[in-house]
């Protein structure tokens, strides 16, 4: 616990954090060689005593980008998860594929 738990907890405020959180996902999108189109924060989830941040994005990858990208969000230093993933091929017989995402992160209040 002593291991994560420095990494779960915050002093930011929830708009701080969720612009930390974007940014984060944005720059491994960038390290990764995937197109993020559209990146969306949900709203923060409030429970007793912590918080999950939501963050829905479309992308247009190709298989091997979309998957470095997938294995960097969970092995960020936020402890980024992928909760949903939807993936479509873009286009006939074409090696590029297009899809949307679900990535949370959970917060110690």
Do not use: C, H, W
């Amino acid at each position: 616990f002593k291991k994560y738990g420095q990494r779960l907890k915050t002093k930011e405020s929830n708009e701080e954090e969720m612009a930390s959180v974007l940014s984060e996902i944005e720059n491994i999108g960038k390290t990764s060689g995937i197109y993020l189109s559209d990146v969306k924060p949900q709203k923060i989830k409030d429970m007793d005593f912590y918080k999950v941040l939501l963050v829905e994005i479309k992308f247009q990858a190709t298989m091997p980008t979309l998957s470095k990208f997938v294995y960097d969000l969970q092995n960020s230093a936020s402890i980024l998860k992928v909760k949903r993933l939807q993936i479509n091929i873009k286009g006939g017989e074409s090696s590029l594929l297009e899809g949307a995402l679900q990535i949370s992160k959970v917060s110690l209040s």
